[in-house]
């Protein structure tokens, strides 16, 4: 998607669910013998970009539900974490969310 003039972009989604990640091989061995679950928080995943600025990959991570504190990757910040609201139009729910880009070095 291309955000407008003022950065401004909006995105039409539905909440996704926590998820758990693969338990086998390597990477379920290493889940077993640490003694951690598999799960992932609700998230989404945003790759942002601009000319002349630094590419930015990050998630943002749904208040309340499970693993919030506990997410397998150790990914949930404090500042990615969102609380959808009542949208304005009374359709569903809405989020507002600022990101900003380093220029390039």
Same mark, same amino acid.
């Given at each position: 998607?291309? &955000?407008?003039?003022?950065?401004?972009?909006? $995105?039409?989604?539905?909440? =996704?669910?926590?998820?758990?990640?693969? *338990?086998?091989?390597?990477?379920?061995?290493?889940?077993?013998?640490?003694?951690?679950? &598999?799960?992932?928080?609700?998230?989404?995943? $945003?790759?942002?970009?601009? =000319?002349?600025?630094?590419?930015?990959? *990050?998630?943002?991570?749904?208040?309340?539900?499970?693993?919030?504190?506990?997410?397998? &990757?150790?990914?949930?910040?404090?500042?990615?974490?969102?609380?959808?609201? =009542?949208?304005?139009?009374?359709?569903g729910h809405e989020v507002h969310y600022d990101?900003?880009?380093?220029?390039?070095?």
């Amino acid at each position: 998607m291309t &955000a407008d003039e003022m950065g401004s972009f909006r $995105l039409r989604t539905v909440e =996704p669910a926590p998820y758990q990640i693969p *338990t086998d091989g390597s990477c379920g061995r290493l889940i077993a013998a640490a003694g951690w679950h &598999a799960w992932r928080r609700a998230h989404l995943h $945003l790759k942002v970009s601009a =000319p002349d600025h630094q590419t930015l990959t *990050t998630q943002l991570y749904f208040r309340g539900g499970e693993h919030v504190t506990d997410d397998i &990757a150790s990914a949930v910040k404090p500042e990615l974490v969102v609380d959808p609201g =009542p949208a304005a139009d009374g359709n569903g729910h809405e989020v507002h969310y600022d990101l900003e880009l380093a220029p390039e070095r």
